[in-house]
């Protein structure tokens, strides 16, 4: 019964992704007004949206984990126990897996909007892209 590798991963994670949907609930439509304030919103909503739903997954995942190993398991068969656990880490994996896709396309409409974070944002003039080649804030963090 040991310590889980997958439950310290998914504390670890889960506090990453509460960091990261704090930071976008934060943020205020002011500071980026060459973005229309209903496109701001839409992607704030979404982007939390995404980070919620990862917050869940991970915590969900280790209370599930926890209140299984120790309620249910001592009195089960170890292969169902085996079964169980493999269904648990397998459900999260699979929920991570979703959040990866989600995040990149909330990122592509952050890019899209040119709202730049982690440093103020980065103003377009009229009828310029953003830059497809710019790092992203996510990989310098």
Known sequence: MGVDVFDILATILGVW????KLDAQGRQPEAFAHVPRADFLDWQEREVSVYRAAVWACFGKVAVDLAFTYLVAPHQDPRLVRAVGATIDLSW??????TFFRTARVRALRRRLGIVLGGGSVPRREGQEPDEDAEDDDEQR
Request: a positive charge; zero cysteines.
């Open 17 to 20: 992704f509460t960091l990261r």
């Open 93 to 98: 994996l699979g929920a991570l897996v979703i």
